[in-house]
C-alpha cells in the first residue's frame, strides 16, 4: 500500500531551466509534507516542508505547492543548478498521531544537464 | 554541530549470520528512527525511539530485528539471523523533540546478504 507515490523516476532538466518534481499521496490523514534530497553514498537531507493549511511555500530557489483537494503536492526548482541533481524524496506525516512517522515516496532522480 | 553518526557504512554478511549497527544521534536530539531502504524504494520505519522508550515498531519484523537504546543516547540495530531480502541501507535519523517535524539523517549503512 503505497500511500506516497512519486510516478516519476526519473526527471532530466537543463540548467538554468525550472524543475518540477510531483507527488501525489492517499492518506487524507496527511498533514505535514517534506522534501528530502539525497545525494549518493549519504543519507537524505531536509529541502523544504509545508503544513496542509497552506498552499504554498518558498525557500530561496525553492517553492512546495499542495493542492489538498487532489492529494497533490509539486515541488518547483527554479533556476536548476547541476549541484541540484539527486535523488528527490517527498515524505508525509501526520502531526497529532504521537509520533512523527514520515512515510515516503519512492523518489525522483533529477539530473541537471549543464 | 555534528551531524548523526552510523557505522559501519558497509556490511557484507552471509545468510542466516548475524549483524549489528551503531547510530549516535545529533547532541541533545531526544528522538532516534531507525529505517530500512531497499533499492528503488523510499525510506521505511523500522522503530522510532523516544529518550530510550519505544514509540513506534509496528514495522519493525520482531521475529529478527532488534533494536535498543539503553541510555537515550546512541542506539543498536540488529539482524539475527539476516535473508537475503534484508540488503538495504539501514538509516538512523534522530529529531530534537517528537514534535519536531524536520529529521536529520545519518549517512546510512549499506548491508549486503549474500
Known amino acids: 500500500d503505497q500511500q506516497v507515490k512519486q510516478n516519476s523516476p526519473s526527471l532530466s532538466v537543463q540548467e538554468g531551466r525550472i524543475s518540477i518534481l510531483n507527488c501525489d499521496y492517499t492518506?487524507?490523514?496527511?498533514?505535514?509534507f517534506l522534501w528530502y534530497k539525497k545525494y549518493p553514498a549519504e543519507g537524505p537531507t531536509f529541502l523544504i516542508s509545508i503544513s496542509s493549511i497552506k498552499d504554498k511555500n518558498e525557500d530561496g530557489r525553492f517553492t512546495v505547492f499542495l493542492n489538498k483537494s487532489a492529494k497533490h503536492l509539486s515541488l518547483h526548482i527554479v533556476p536548476s543548478q547541476p549541484g541540484d541533481s539527486a535523488v528527490y524524496f517527498c515524505a508525509a506525516l501526520t502531526t497529532n498521531l504521537g509520533n512523527e512517522k514520515l512515510t515516503f515516496g519512492t523518489g525522483t532522480r533529477l539530473t541537471i544537464i549543464p | 554541530e555534528a551531524g548523526v553518526a552510523q557505522s559501519p557504512r558497509y556490511k557484507i554478511i552471509e545468510k542466516r549470520q548475524s549483524v549489528a549497527f551503531w547510530c549516535n544521534p545529533i547532541s541533545g536530539h531526544a528522538t532516534l528512527y531507525w529505517y530500512q531502504q531497499i533499492l528503488g524504494q523510499g525510506p521505511k520505519l523500522l522503530i522510532q525511539f523516544q529518550n530510550n522508550g519505544v514509540v513506534d515498531d509496528s514495522q519493525l519484523p520482531k521475529d529478527r530485528f532488534s533494536a535498543e537504546r539503553l541510555k537515550g543516547v546512541d542506539s543498536t540495530l540488529k539482524i539475527q539471523p539476516a535473508k537475503l531480502e534484508d540488503s538495504a541501507v539501514y538509516l538512523c535519523?534522530?529529531?530534537?523533540?517528537?514534535?519536531?517535524?524536520?529529521?536529520?539523517f545519518g549517512p546510512g549503512t549499506r548491508l549486503t546478504v549474500l
Open positions: 535519523a534522530s529529531s530534537f523533540t517528537s514534535g519536531d517535524n524536520e529529521q536529520f
Open positions: 492518506n487524507s490523514m496527511f498533514d505535514y
